[in-house]
């Protein structure tokens, strides 16, 4: 019993950590409007070293159309400007001495169609990420079940298994379902 369980609660412990995984994933996805967090992947080179932007630089929204980075010390604003400049992002840094300016364009229809499918990418990449943990907690039952559980308590767990699946498979779709309406938008 008491390792069943264990297998349940390490199962929802993975379909956290899969839904969260998606929700950071689509955080990085702009939807149109400027987030400091479309700049969380970003590293600049500081002392020698690939550092986080957030680490070196303050990353501020004054308003949707605009990103303003401020670095901590204004000798890297022209790493910052070369960072931006190497991304995929797609943007056009302007840079005036002490902080670094993002002009966010308007989406256009192609590229917001564009960005739903690879949102709903992620999301399905997450969905079968979450199959894959009921499906290795399943196999462990079927071994408990060799061993010394009942069928009943096994099948028991399976359903539990099931319906954390369904949930979480659920919360996915939600989070998929929100990103594509920021997206789409106008």
Do not use: C, F
Request: proline letters at 4%; a negative charge.
């Amino acid at each position: 019993m008491e390792e069943i369980e264990l297998y349940i609660e390490e199962a929802k412990e993975h379909m956290d950590k899969s839904v969260k995984h998606v929700s950071h994933e689509l955080a990085k996805i702009r939807a149109g409007r400027a987030m400091p967090s479309m700049l969380d992947g970003l590293s600049i080179e500081y002392y020698g070293n690939p550092t986080p932007l957030n680490q070196v630089a303050s990353v501020n929204s004054p308003d949707a159309r605009t990103l303003v980075i401020k670095p901590w010390e204004k000798s890297l604003v022209g790493e910052i400007e070369k960072a931006i400049i190497n991304s995929d992002l797609g943007l056009n840094p302007q840079n005036d001495g002490e902080l670094v300016r993002l002009n966010i364009p308007p989406l256009t229809e192609e590229r917001r169609t564009n960005l739903v499918k690879q949102v709903k990418h992620e999301g399905e990449n997450g969905k079968i990420s979450v199959r894959n943990v009921r499906k290795d907690a399943n196999d462990h039952l079927k071994k408990l079940l060799k061993e010394h559980v009942s069928e009943d308590e096994v099948k028991k767990a399976e359903q539990r298994i099931q319906e954390l699946t369904d949930s979480y498979v659920q919360k996915i779709d939600e989070l998929v379902e929100k990103k594509e309406g920021e997206i789409m938008h106008v």
